[in-house]
């Protein structure tokens, strides 16, 4: 059993998972561009992307649109935007796209002409199986914390957060029945 990575709203519905969110990564307005554009350098080349919002310019969905991500992965349970964007009204959306130096820098590019809710709400990312690698949740708004999983090693987490000025700690997992987590 695993625990979900939901938001601090609770709106994320519940799901289990095999792996337990371990890492707490502390992502502020100063970090973010650097923690999106060193996304890759973090995980494996055969990942994937997935970001959500509800507030995107037709810009930023257009450039999400262009990504077709081969159906080894199925979209996470954990967007609430599943619905497609159309024209005359704002509905939520969300995107899965290779994660790729190019679509980071890319999507950090947006961030010189945008307002952050206008590019993204929440990022995921994903291991080839489906397998919730990372999740983040509002964290261009300078409050953010990212949830890295138990599978992804400290080193790794050390040398990003060193690379990117991020802070990270190790969270504490509760005894017993994997369903949560707390920090310590």
């Known amino acids: 059993m695993g625990i979900t990575f939901s938001s601090s709203d609770g709106r994320r519905p519940q799901k289990e998972y095999s792996s337990q969110a371990r890492w707490l990564i502390r992502v502020s307005k100063k970090t973010f561009i650097k923690f999106v554009q060193s996304l890759p350098q973090l995980f494996k080349q055969d990942c994937i992307l997935e970001v959500d919002g509800i507030s995107m310019t037709s810009d930023v969905i257009e450039f999400f649109q262009q ?103 190790e969270l504490k997992l509760k005894a017993g029945p994997r369903t949560g987590s707390s920090e310590k």
Request: proline share 4%.
């Open 67 to 169: 990504f077709k991500v081969i159906d080894t992965v199925k979209k996470t349970e954990f967007s609430l935007f599943r619905r497609p964007m159309t024209r005359t009204t704002r509905l939520p959306c969300a995107f899965q796209m290779p994660l790729t130096a190019e679509i980071v820098s890319k999507i950090s590019q947006f961030y010189e002409n945008h307002a952050e809710p206008e590019i993204l709400d929440h990022l995921y990312v994903l291991n080839k199986d489906g397998e919730l690698l990372l999740s983040g949740f509002e964290l261009c708004g300078g409050s953010g914390k990212a949830h890295a999983s138990e599978l992804v090693d400290e080193s790794k987490i050390r040398k990003f957060c060193q690379e990117t000025g991020c802070q990270y700690k």
